[in-house]
């Protein structure tokens, strides 16, 4: 059966345009971007089989558009519609904090810092700089490790903020594993990295991990 024989409030686009985008599964969505399935496959099950085969989402979004476009139901053209879909979402989530606003909601942060680190495959260290009224001065990854960990210098930190003339900082990582739980060396660069500033009057104002899911905060756990 045809996408356009299903019942109106079973259809992708009818959903979206009825209840929005937030209640389509991850098919339906891609099965949107899409338009059209493989022969003899709707775009629907196109999309499931995208994501059955080289999914999940995450996994499957996380490729070059060179990767995707070898995959069937993509090809060139779509990559590349793709990759421009995800980085204009990238910008738009980024744009409130490189504007220069006020920084006041830590989950806004955190996802700021998800979109700028979960597509590194290796540990990626970054921090984001902010003035006297948390707002964001410049967003800088400052240490590459491998994936088992990148080694991170306080003082380094410490001179980039002086460069900036921040008053504040928030630093974040990713766990390239996927797994965001604080190990016990991300908990003592913590505490290196809030003594240090303090020398030189800057606060840390957290410290994110990033994983799969929702990044974790430091700071709502107690370690900042």
Known sequence: ?????????ERPREKLLGRGAAVLSDAELLAIFLGSGLPGRDAVQTSRD??????PLR??????ARDLAKLPGLGPARACQLAAALELGNRHLAAALERGEALTDPVAAGRYF??????????????????TRHRSLAFEELFHGTIDGAEVHP??????????????VIVGHNHPSGCADPSAADRAV????KQALALVEVRLLDHFVVGDGEPVSLAARGLV
């Open 1 to 9: 059966m045809h996408i356009r024989e299903w019942p109106s409030t």
């Open 50 to 55: 995208l994501l059955a085969a080289h999914g």
């Open 59 to 64: 996994a499957l979004l996380d490729r070059t």
């Open 114 to 131: 998800a979109r700028r680190l979960r597509p590194h495959r290796h540990e990626v260290f970054a921090a984001l700089f902010l003035d």
């Open 155 to 168: 003082r380094e930190v410490v001179r980039r903020a002086l460069a900036h003339n921040a008053a504040a």
């Open 190 to 193: 913590t505490v290196r990295l």
